[in-house]
């Protein structure tokens, strides 16, 4: 049997089919009347399922005094998983730990990231005590590039103006197509674009007409005079390596006037000062500013910079999406325990 413990909100839809109802225990008796969230379960002949959405609902930016770390911390301890969803919700090394402990050492146990960041899970930790750490890379890409488009308004511009797209993988790629479409000036700036040698087939690849675009060298190049910039870069490199810092207050001094930025990157790939400028900025209807971001980052960004729109998984909130990348999760873990069962045959 596969137990599942989904720790963020998925769609009512969802809930539905699977089935889920309000309970107030999970399975050990003692903890009945002490677990502190509602939560929600299904039991049957091949699949057991809770779900605590408030364990994602009730996170706040300070890990260090986080109730929602505790309800984690013995729901993976009471209920003792195969397989722990999440979304953008913290997964410390505490709770990693606890887990392990509780279930033992001779199963596999699985984190899903229901989105493609996985930032926020101690992945060191889940390396240390064999958990293995999986997303959905791809599926909610589409979304994101309509939000970042529909935010940029590229409908609404004139033609030849510079588009500046930093990060072109499964979203940056969608919002090129849209700029070309538009007629806009394209300008791309990604790792990936760098080597001349290997362009070409990387834009092929991507879809994306070679000729009806320009692949910058630095962030200096695809900034300067941008009216359009969208931002869909990675937290974490291939290489382990942050992007932190990466845009700086002098880029943002060298766009053109009246420029519209939206990201759906973590805050942090901007500088303090750069924060700062746009902040002031934006009061001053100078520029135009968005970014989607966790819960806990922008909550962040709203106490530090209080004039910028910082909002939370508006970017993927599209019911389609949702249903999407539900099924998608629920999918990988029941091929996870599929194949831990396998994998315990052939060993035995």
């Not at 990693?96 to 050492?105: L, T």
């Not at 791809?138 to 511009?157: D, E, F």
């Not at 797209?165 to 499964?170: K, L, M, P």
């Not at 941008?226 to 845009?247: L, Q």
Request: proline share 5%.
């Amino acid at each position: 049997m596969t137990k599942i413990l989904i720790s963020h909100p998925i769609h009512p839809v969802t809930i539905q089919r699977l089935g889920l109802r309000l309970a107030n225990f999970i399975l050990n008796e003692s903890d009945v009347l002490s677990f502190p969230e509602e939560l929600f379960y299904r039991n049957c002949s091949d699949e057991e399922i809770v779900y605590i959405p408030n364990i994602s609902l009730k996170q706040t930016p300070d890990e260090d005094n986080d109730p929602s770390l505790d309800i984690l911390h013995r729901a993976l301890t009471v209920f003792q998983p195969d397989v722990l969803i999440v979304g953008n919700n913290a997964v410390p090394k505490m709770a990693i730990a606890a887990w392990r402990k509780a279930v033992g050492y001779s199963k596999n146990l699985l984190i899903i990231r229901r989105g493609v960041d996985t930032r926020a899970i101690d992945k060191e930790a889940a390396r240390q005590y064999k958990v293995t750490v999986d997303n959905l890379p791809g599926i909610n890409s589409p979304y994101v590039a309509q939000h970042i488009s529909r935010y940029l308004q590229l409908y609404r511009t004139e033609p030849k103006r510079k588009l500046a797209i930093i990060g072109t993988g499964n979203i940056g790629k969608n919002i090129a197509l849209d700029g070309i479409a538009w007629g806009l000036d394209v300008h791309l700036l990604s790792p990936s674009l760098q080597d001349p040698r290997k362009r070409q087939i990387t834009l092929w690849q991507r879809g994306i007409p070679s000729q009806k675009v320009i692949c910058a060298q630095n962030c200096d190049r695809v900034f300067e005079n941008a009216t359009y910039i969208a931002i869909s870069v990675p937290w974490e490199n291939s290489d382990g390596t942050h992007n932190i810092d990466i845009i700086d207050e002098h880029h943002i001094r060298s766009l053109a006037p009246n420029a519209r930025i939206v990201s759906a990157s973590v805050p942090r790939i901007f500088s303090e000062k750069a924060l700062a400028l746009m902040n002031e900025w934006v009061q001053q209807e100078k520029i135009f500013l968005r970014i989607d971001t966790s819960k806990r980052r922008a909550q962040e960004v709203k106490k530090n910079y209080p004039y910028i729109d910082a909002a939370h998984d508006v970017a993927f909130a599209a019911p389609e999406c949702q249903q999407e990348l539900d099924n998608a999760m629920l999918q990988k873990a029941r091929e996870f325990q599929a194949t831990s069962v396998w994998d315990k045959v052939l060993v035995g």
